[in-house]
């Protein structure tokens, strides 16, 4: 399946720069995306980057575009927006990605409770059988987290845990970034130079 349209969110965990990186390669990959922050997400992303996501989501869409310096691809909708398109099935983007994802975020989803459009947008994901690829950042992780985790794995979604690595001989912080953004890329299967892959 090629991709078009990609719905990006970003929750309350720390590692809000996986799913900038993210919206950035997509947008740089002619990729239409679809993009939404929690309110405990858009507070993490202040503190851990300067990136203000508050507010009306077209000045939101701004800022994140000069962040990002790209030039299209990118709307930005507000986490309870219900209205927006991928809150339905019979609009649905053709993937859908939760860059980084709180265990609250994960823990709902696994029961199937929709209180806002990430949380209705990944059940639509889940009941109508496209990628679901959510990027966990906790650690350690108890006994709920990951039973939480098996739960959605076995609904077909894709468990991507922030977990660098460092066979690629990484020399900044972006580097590992790169390497998680990297493998999610390749679960979607769009090509990338992010990280040195094993053996070459």
């Given at each position: 399946?090629?991709?078009?349209?990609?719905?990006?969110?970003?929750?309350?965990?720390?590692?809000?720069?996986?799913g900038?990186?993210?919206?950035?390669?997509?947008c740089?990959?002619?990729?239409?995306?679809?993009?939404?922050?929690?309110?405990?997400?858009?507070?993490?992303?202040?503190?851990?980057?300067?990136?203000?996501?508050?507010?009306?989501?077209?000045?939101?869409?701004?800022?994140?575009?000069?962040?990002?310096?790209?030039?299209?691809?990118?709307?930005?909708?507000?986490?309870?927006?219900?209205?927006?398109?991928?809150?339905?099935?019979?609009?649905a983007?053709?993937?859908?990605?939760?860059?980084p994802?709180?265990?609250?975020?994960?823990?709902?989803?696994?029961?199937?409770?929709?209180?806002?459009?990430i949380?209705?947008?990944?059940?639509?994901?889940?009941?109508?059988?496209?990628p679901?690829?959510?990027?966990?950042?906790?650690?350690?992780?108890?006994?709920?987290?990951?039973?939480?985790?098996?739960?959605?794995?076995?609904?077909?979604?894709?468990?991507?845990?922030?977990?660098?690595?460092?066979?690629?001989?990484?020399?900044?912080v972006?580097?590992?970034?790169?390497?998680v953004?990297?493998?999610?890329?390749?679960?979607?299967?769009?090509?990338?130079?992010?990280?040195?892959?094993?053996?070459?």
């Amino acid at each position: 399946m090629t991709l078009q349209r990609v719905f990006v969110a970003l929750t309350g965990a720390s590692g809000s720069v996986y799913g900038l990186r993210l919206v950035e390669q997509l947008c740089l990959n002619g990729i239409e995306v679809t993009f939404s922050a929690s309110c405990s997400g858009t507070q993490v992303c202040l503190e851990e980057t300067g990136l203000d996501l508050s507010g009306d989501p077209a000045k939101a869409t701004e800022r994140l575009y000069a962040h990002l310096e790209v030039e299209t691809g990118l709307e930005m909708v507000h986490p309870d927006d219900l209205f927006c398109p991928a809150a339905s099935g019979s609009a649905a983007p053709d993937a859908m990605i939760i860059a980084p994802c709180s265990m609250g975020t994960l823990a709902r989803i696994a029961c199937g409770v929709s209180g806002n459009l990430i949380e209705r947008a990944a059940d639509v994901m889940i009941k109508e059988r496209r990628p679901l690829l959510l990027v966990p950042r906790e650690t350690p992780l108890s006994t709920i987290h990951l039973e939480n985790m098996l739960r959605l794995s076995r609904t077909g979604a894709q468990i991507i845990p922030a977990m660098p690595a460092f066979y690629h001989q990484p020399e900044s912080v972006i580097d590992l970034v790169d390497f998680v953004v990297g493998k999610v890329l390749d679960q979607l299967g769009i090509e990338h130079e992010l990280f040195k892959r094993w053996g070459t």
